[in-house]
């Protein structure tokens, strides 16, 4: 695909050059050398070289806060994740965070013949070898080892994921051999791979005899609804667990089950790729009220107006991030809340290590416990969580 | 044609390296196996390094350096240690067999110890057989 149709299928010349984009972006706040706008005129007047070359082009979150502001419906990160495949033949691919370790794995795991050992954490959680529910994992298990130091624990997300579907009667199918969606690669220009990854999924997914899948990651979750179905076929319903939770909430005697945990006070952050991107604002609201003794405030910016934690797809994490994220921190704090929740593992991880490295000028500023959905959730169901 | 395994080996300058030329200049016989990369310590050796080594059809990774105590850096090596565990689990999620991956230690004046390592290595890592079994794999030499 080149430029031309690229800017054909995004309808980025409905663009009217009103900067709404540039203006909203959290990146663009921090990071004067990065403009939507600048980027999308670069592609109309036809400045490609200049367009690709550019190391800002790697910047973009793709969270969706310029496009849901724009006049003209431009698919900015879209728009983005094309010219960026473009970019890729050409050698470019950001700056991988990590050294490139995770988008190694990612890519090793492409390869049909990998055997993975990746459920030794299962224990406490009961899993069934046929059911109608499959869970689907993510990366936790390769997260883990990575951010464990700054005290993030993505297995035990997917752990307590796990105990919530089966507090609500279902023992789910968990693959042994998942694959990583591909959320990354796709955000990062490598299609390819991502390809090779999606089919490897489904094909795995039609053989195990699944109806339904559950995520507790919303990358996983966006690029099976909107990605997948652009390069393989899939006839399963798909689920976040805030939604499925939601759904129970009401027909099952969950909130009877709750009870009053530790924290009193919390505030939410919304994801990028459930809320902007699929627009589930308000499942994850209704559990958080549904717990008693828990009281739900807002920041200052939520639901399509919520910020982003800063970084996408491992690229280009940089001083700006850390910004964008002391920003978010600042912001929750001033709720007065005594824990971020988010739904996101990757949300967490980022906010944890904005404060590990700005503790040293931001110290209490910005320090405050981060807590993924499915952990609250399953300390209200009774303290059993893994933390 | 029997399998012959493709290994990078990551060697820090001030020992292993030294090392290994002290055996080619002794002119020790030793398995070709190994394509040898010069880094200046151990601890420059990233887990990113080894996995896409791995990414890129490599069949195992031998990573030597100065022996503990002995570090030109004075704890390069210690942190490759550290670093070392925490690329195991990775590994062993993804499926890639532990003798596939080898930490060791050779000083400027073990020629005959780097021979050693890097016949035994082969010999495991040619038991184990080619890491890509993928017939439609990218081949890179």
Same mark, same amino acid.
């Given at each position: 695909?080149?430029?031309?149709?690229?800017?054909?299928?995004?309808?980025?010349?409905?663009?009217?050059e009103c900067g709404k984009c540039t203006a909203v972006c959290p990146v663009s706040r921090y990071n004067s050398n990065f403009s939507p706008r600048l980027m999308l005129?670069?592609?109309?007047?036809?400045?490609?070289?200049?367009?690709?070359?550019?190391?800002?082009?790697?910047?973009?979150?793709?969270?969706?806060?310029?496009?849901?502001?724009?006049?003209?419906?431009?698919?900015?990160?879209?728009?983005?994740?094309?010219?960026?495949?473009?970019?890729?033949?050409?050698?470019?691919?950001?700056?991988?965070?990590?050294?490139?370790?995770?988008?190694?794995?990612?890519?090793?795991?492409?390869?049909?013949?990998?055997?993975?050992?990746?459920?030794?954490?299962?224990?406490?959680?009961?899993?069934?070898?046929?059911?109608?529910?499959?869970?689907?994992?993510?990366?936790?298990?390769?997260?883990?080892?990575?951010?464990?130091?700054?005290?993030?624990?993505?297995?035990?997300?997917?752990?307590?994921?796990?105990?919530?579907?089966?507090?609500?009667?279902?023992?789910?199918?968990?693959?042994?051999?998942?694959?990583?969606?591909?959320?990354?690669?796709?955000?990062?220009?490598?299609?390819?791979?991502? /390809?090779?990854?999606?089919?490897?999924?489904?094909?795995?997914? &039609?053989?195990? #005899? $699944?109806?339904?899948? +559950?995520? @507790? %990651? *919303?990358?996983?979750?966006?690029?099976f609804k909107i990605d997948y179905p652009q390069y393989v076929e899939l006839d399963c319903e798909l689920m976040h667990i805030t939604e499925l939770l939601a759904q129970?909430?009401?027909?099952?005697?969950?909130?009877?089950?709750?009870?009053?945990?530790?924290?009193?006070?919390?505030?939410?952050?919304?994801?990028?790729?459930?809320?902007?991107?699929?627009?589930?604002?308000?499942?994850?609201?209704?559990?958080?009220?549904?717990?008693?003794?828990?009281?739900?405030?807002?920041?200052?910016?939520?639901?399509?107006?919520?910020?982003?934690?800063?970084?996408?797809?491992?690229?280009?994490?940089?001083?700006?991030? /850390?910004?964008?994220?002391?920003?978010?921190?600042?912001?929750? &704090?001033?709720? #007065? $809340?005594?824990?971020? +929740?988010? @739904? %996101? *593992?990757?949300?967490?991880?980022?906010?944890?290590?904005?404060?590990?490295?700005?503790?040293?000028?931001?110290?209490?500023?910005?320090?405050?416990?981060?807590?993924?959905?499915?952990?609250?959730?399953?300390?209200?169901?009774?303290?059993?969580?893994?933390? | 044609?029997?399998?012959?395994?493709?290994?990078?080996?990551?060697?820090?300058?001030?020992?292993?390296?030294?090392?290994?030329?002290?055996?080619?200049?002794?002119?020790?016989?030793?398995?070709?196996?190994?394509?040898?990369?010069?880094?200046?310590?151990?601890?420059?050796?990233?887990?990113?390094?080894?996995?896409?080594?791995?990414?890129?059809?490599?069949?195992?990774?031998?990573?030597?350096?100065?022996?503990?105590?002995?570090?030109?850096?004075?704890?390069?090596?210690?942190?490759?240690?550290?670093?070392?565990?925490?690329?195991?689990?990775?590994?062993?999620?993804?499926?890639?067999?532990?003798?596939?991956?080898?930490?060791?230690?050779?000083?400027?004046?073990?020629?005959?110890?780097?021979?050693?390592?890097?016949?035994?290595?082969?010999?495991?890592?040619?038991?184990?057989?080619?890491?890509?079994?993928?017939?439609?794999?990218?081949?890179?030499?």
């Open positions: 695909m080149n430029l031309e149709d690229i800017i054909k299928e995004t309808k980025t010349y409905y663009c009217l005129e670069r592609a109309l007047m036809g400045y490609r070289d200049e367009l690709i070359h550019d190391r800002e082009l790697f910047s973009c979150l793709a969270c969706y806060a310029c496009s849901k502001l724009c006049p003209s419906d431009v698919d900015y990160p879209v728009f983005t994740q094309k010219v960026r495949n473009l970019a890729s033949g050409e050698g470019e691919h950001g700056d991988c965070a990590h050294s490139g370790t995770l988008h190694s794995l990612m890519k090793l795991m492409s390869r049909s013949d990998i055997r993975q050992r990746r459920l030794d954490w299962l224990d406490g959680c009961r899993t069934s070898e046929k059911s109608e529910v499959l869970y689907f994992v993510g990366c936790a298990p390769y997260f883990q080892p990575v951010f464990e130091d700054i005290e993030v624990s993505p297995v035990n997300i997917a752990r307590n994921s796990i105990k919530i579907l089966n507090a609500l009667g279902i023992e789910p199918m968990v693959l042994p051999n998942e694959r990583c969606c591909g959320h990354d690669l796709l955000w990062t220009g490598d299609v390819e791979t991502f /390809k090779k990854l999606a089919q490897l999924n489904a094909q795995m997914i &039609k053989e195990s #005899g $699944a109806r339904k899948i +559950v995520f @507790s %990651c *919303p990358e996983g979750y966006r690029t129970n909430l009401a027909t099952l005697s969950l909130r009877a089950k709750l009870s009053n945990p530790e924290v009193k006070r919390v505030t939410y952050q919304d994801p990028c790729r459930l809320g902007r991107h699929l627009g589930i604002y308000e499942p994850p609201r209704e559990i958080i009220k549904a717990i008693p003794g828990i009281e739900l405030t807002e920041m200052e910016h939520s639901g399509d107006e919520s910020i982003c934690c800063g970084t996408s797809a491992w690229t280009n994490c940089n001083s700006y991030s /850390k910004d964008i994220r002391v920003e978010r921190l600042l912001e929750a &704090k001033a709720t #007065g $809340a005594e824990v971020l +929740v988010t @739904s %996101c *593992p990757k949300c967490q991880i980022h906010f944890k290590c904005a404060m590990v490295d700005k503790s040293a000028q931001k110290g209490s500023d910005i320090e405050m416990k981060v807590m993924d959905i499915a952990t609250l959730v399953t300390d209200a169901l009774g303290g059993k969580s893994s933390e | 044609m029997s399998f012959e395994p493709k290994i990078v080996g990551f060697l820090c300058n001030w020992c292993s390296y030294r090392g290994a030329d002290l055996a080619g200049t002794a002119r020790m016989k030793c398995a070709p196996n190994v394509r040898i990369i010069r880094v200046m310590c151990s601890g420059r050796v990233e887990p990113a390094f080894i996995f896409k080594a791995f990414q890129l059809g490599a069949d195992g990774v031998l990573v030597l350096g100065c022996h503990p105590g002995d570090c030109h850096y004075a704890e390069g090596n210690y942190k490759t240690i550290r670093r070392m565990a925490l690329l195991e689990k990775m590994l062993s999620q993804l499926g890639i067999e532990a003798d596939r991956v080898r930490l060791d230690w050779v000083s400027a004046s073990e020629g005959d110890r780097f021979v050693s390592i890097v016949d035994d290595m082969t010999e495991k890592v040619r038991a184990l057989g080619s890491f890509t079994k993928d017939s439609d794999e990218e081949k890179h030499g």
